[in-house]
């Protein structure tokens, strides 16, 4: 008998001790029918099990079962085919090793040597490439279920859950602008729709959300039937109204102004609701219902009773679409001796976009006029995981007066805002301020 080397690589167990590849080692025709059937088998199973998890909403731990079994077979199917193309491509020693395992004694040291050098790794080789095979291109051929449950089926499983903290937990991190293109899925888009009527609030209100972030049109009669439900909580209807705004969906104006029109007749405070409209119109930049937002304005001045909240988002969507009679409605307020000072500050910062050089006089005069230390404070709306959109900046009001006559870039102006810069009594912040736009003058 041939001395064995001290180097021994053993990748092939002895298949000959388990009694399925027992049988299937027994002959090649043996070994050529069992790698048709499991390759035929494997195929059925993915068509069967992927139907099943994507149709069937099965518990969790059920679903994981069905696919571990599944990768188990594959693996198993993957070996046969990989042992039938060492069967037609090895000859000699290996073949004989593969089918008598231990049994088999090399006739000489080359012999061996040439078994453990090559052909053991070619196997693992092949093996490999069959798992590779089986999980993808099985996969493939019969619809793509089990990648479709891996990238979509889980989320969807979860909002089918009876719990509905479960529901809103996966609406919680589907609404990350990470899964973004999971926003686009046929299937996720349609159970985001049929969410928006889901029983729980906070369901509903993630839902609205990721909605209108996903512009899902096909959701936008349920939105609309949400920020109309009086019964539906406040974040709830909010997040719809938000939504609305950013659907291109015609009606949505229609459903936001009279919701906007009914709640601000009865409640003058910082209704979310309200608030979540403004900042829909200002999404939509819809310059038609700037008349309904200023009379939010007049009223405002007039009655003393709203609330700081919605003022600042009123105030903030005439400064974005600047209809042209938001300056002398601003104008109104600094002159209004009732106003408050939080008033007073966004009509400050309305005029400096909405004034022109007819104005500069006035706007002087209430430089003028203006405390030299009053700040109005920063003001910004930060919507879930979104960057912060700042309604209002930190400034002094004369400040925001002196930028106000110098966004009118009229030169003879500079002599004007260089004395406030110069200034030794004005306040630092409202110096740098004329300081930055009497350099922009001098270009």
């Excluded at 069959?130 to 089990?146: M, Q």
């Excluded at 409209?277 to 700037?290: G, K």
Aim: glycine letters at 4%; hydrophobic letters at 45%.
């Amino acid at each position: 008998m041939a001395k064995k080397s001290g180097f021994h690589l053993e990748l092939i167990p002895n298949m000959y001790e388990i009694g399925l590849f027992k049988f299937v080692l027994a002959s090649q025709r043996r070994l050529r029918i069992s790698c048709a059937v499991s390759i035929l088998a494997t195929v059925v199973s993915f068509f069967a099990i992927g139907r099943v998890l994507r149709y069937c909403f099965l518990p969790f731990w059920a679903n994981s079962c069905l696919m571990l079994v599944l990768y188990i077979g594959a693996i198993a199917a993957a070996y046969i085919v990989a042992l039938t193309i060492g069967d037609i491509w090895f000859a000699g020693p290996w073949r004989e090793k593969m089918r008598l395992g231990s049994r088999f004694v090399p006739s000489s040291i080359d012999e061996e040597k040439a078994l453990i050098r090559n052909k053991n790794f070619l196997f693992i080789v092949f093996w490999a490439i069959s798992i590779a095979i089986f999980a993808f291109g099985a996969d493939f051929v019969t619809g793509s279920n089990l990648r479709w449950y891996h990238t979509y089926g889980g989320l969807i499983h979860s909002m089918h859950s009876e719990d509905a903290s479960e529901r809103e937990a996966v609406l919680k991190s589907l609404s990350n602008a990470i899964h973004d293109k999971k926003w686009q899925n046929p299937d996720i888009r349609d159970q985001l729709a049929t969410m928006i009527d889901d029983p729980d609030s906070a369901v509903r209100a993630r839902a609205a959300y990721i909605v209108g972030r996903a512009k899902i049109v096909e959701a936008a009669d349920g939105l609309a039937r949400l920020l109309r439900d009086d019964t539906a909580s406040d974040d709830a209807r909010s997040e719809a109204a938000i939504a609305l705004g950013r659907l291109e969906w015609m009606p949505a104006r229609a459903h936001l102004l009279a919701v906007l029109r009914s709640t601000f007749a009865t409640n003058h405070g910082d209704n979310g609701v309200m608030m979540s409209i403004l900042y829909a119109f200002y999404e939509m930049q819809d310059q038609t219902v700037a008349r309904d937002i200023s009379e939010i304005v007049e009223t405002c001045r007039d009655s003393g009773d709203c609330g700081v909240d919605l003022q600042a988002y009123a105030y903030f969507y005439l400064k974005s679409m600047r209809p042209k009679t938001a300056a002398a409605l601003a104008f109104s307020v600094l002159d209004n001796a009732q106003t408050t000072t939080a008033q007073k500050c966004f009509a400050a910062d309305l005029v400096r976009f909405t004034a022109s050089k007819t104005d500069i006089p006035k706007i002087k005069s209430l430089f003028d006029k203006a405390p030299r230390d009053l700040e109005c404070p920063v003001m910004y709306r930060k919507f879930h995981s979104e960057a912060a959109v700042v309604l209002f900046e930190k400034d002094t009001m004369r400040a925001l007066f002196v930028r106000a006559v110098g966004n009118l870039k009229d030169a003879a102006d500079y002599d004007w805002i260089w004395m406030v810069g110069a200034n030794a009594n004005e306040n630092m912040r409202t110096r740098k301020v004329a300081e930055m736009y009497a350099r922009a003058l001098q270009k």
